[in-house]
């Protein structure tokens, strides 16, 4: 019974998969085939003059700015808005839904945000107006060219594109678009726990994340596309020392700064543990052929050589963070006037976890290294473990690696942990491979433009990203 049903359900499958073959063959939008016209970097310049700025109160949302960025949307993608079905949220949050051919597959999830971050308080160093769109000297400039709307903008194009010249996904096809990922992340999570409440779990979810890199690694002449398969945990901790109060011309022998000054410096004097295994390793595994002889011999051998290694990861603040969870003072307050000893001071730690440490370890870690029962410790917000690693061997990884080989041709690709947080956390239960990567070159200049003034991006390196998506759509029919 149970051998006729297999081979049956094998019939059936195959005489499915070879009419979708057929269809396929039809469809495929090869890269020398696409072509980005002009009017393309005109939406991304238009996209960037709305001022989707996000607050961190979200009922204090530029509302106009967000329901205005929305109809310009439908009205530069009416392929897309027609042929994707719409599922709304309380919130600005837009959740598209592109019907794929074989409804029996795990759907995909293409994830980019359409808030900024505020331009205000930089406003007198940006050399073109933040909100302007200016296009000069084949760059588009304004708040929001890298940080997000290219990928929100490009996977749109992307999409259009394909849908002008017939192309049908394999697998449903997703679009999700937070509105306020800059601060909360609401957005995101309503859609996140959307998806959950409908069992709906995909096969790859793609996210923002890094690109590829220039001049990241000095030691790799190489440009390296950078994939995130992991993000760092997250997690804030509140410090309090109280203290009697009195009069600073008899002060005790440490004030409630002092004590709270210690605690910090020993937080910062006993980082946690570095590691060089799992992702660090797996990244510099696949760059060290790149890197001169002696280099090459040392990553090769990290079983004899890891002391080292780590000693001159831990160097530099972004190496560093791949190896080990830190933990950074972000915010202190005490005191109120010059001749009062302060009653209470208070810190904010906020640390990012490495895969393999948990939020279980930073209370038993404080109390260790401070060592002093008058500082009391709690957490504060949200706390999440670094997400789980998507698999090299997936059909994501496979698809997205694919696609750099053919738009990037000069890039060697590499797995990475992402430092920072992103939408996807909230998709952790949704998805074993969640990716995190933006399709466009960077250089160490460039990161500094991200948050900064002067955000830009090249016409050639959107209309890269605008390919790559294209081909991405493609290569995971293929696989
Ligand atoms: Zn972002």
Known sequence: MRLYCFTFIFLFSYSISAQFLKKKKKKIISYESIIISDSATQRL?????????????????????????????????????????QISFNSHAILLKWEGLNPNLKPNLFMAHQDVVPAKHQKYKWNYPPFGGVIKNGQIYGRGTLDDKASLIGLLEAAEYALKNNFEPLRTIYFAFGDDEETKGNGAKEIADWFLKNNIEFELILDEGPGVGLDIIPEVAKPIAFIGIAEKGYATVELTVNQESGHSSMPSKHTAIGILSQAIANIENNPFKAHYHGLAKKMFDEIASEMDFSKKIVFRNSWLFSGLIKKELAKKYSTNALIRTTAA??????????????????????????????????????????????????????????????????????????????????????????IGSTDSRYFNL??????????????????????????????????????????????????
């Open 329 to 418: 003072t972000t915010m202190f307050t005490s005191g109120e006037s010059e001749n009062v000893l302060p009653h209470k001071a208070s810190a904010t730690i906020n640390f990012r976890l490495i895969p393999g440490d948990s939020i279980k370890d930073i209370m038993p870690y404080l109390k260790k290294v401070i060592d002093n029962p008058k500082v009391k410790v709690s957490f504060k917000g949200e706390a999440v473990n670094a997400s789980p690693i998507a698999k090299k061997k997936s059909v994501g990884y496979r698809a997205l690696e694919k696609s750099c080989h053919e738009i990037f041709p000069k890039a060697i690709v590499a797995p990475v942990l992402v």
């Open 45 to 85: 310049s238009n996209a960037i003059q709305f001022e989707t700025v996000s607050k961190t109160d979200s009922l204090d949302f530029y509302k106009d700015e967000f329901g205005k960025f929305y109809q310009f949307l439908k009205s530069s993608y009416p392929l897309v808005f027609q042929n994707c079905t």
């Open 430 to 479: 949704t998805c074993h491979n969640i990716l995190r990567f933006i399709p466009l070159h960077f250089s160490n200049a460039d990161l500094e433009h991200i948050h900064g003034f002067d955000e830009h991006v090249g016409i050639e390196n959107y209309h890269n990203m605008i390919r790559f998506y294209i081909r991405l759509f493609q290569n995971l029919n293929d696989f």
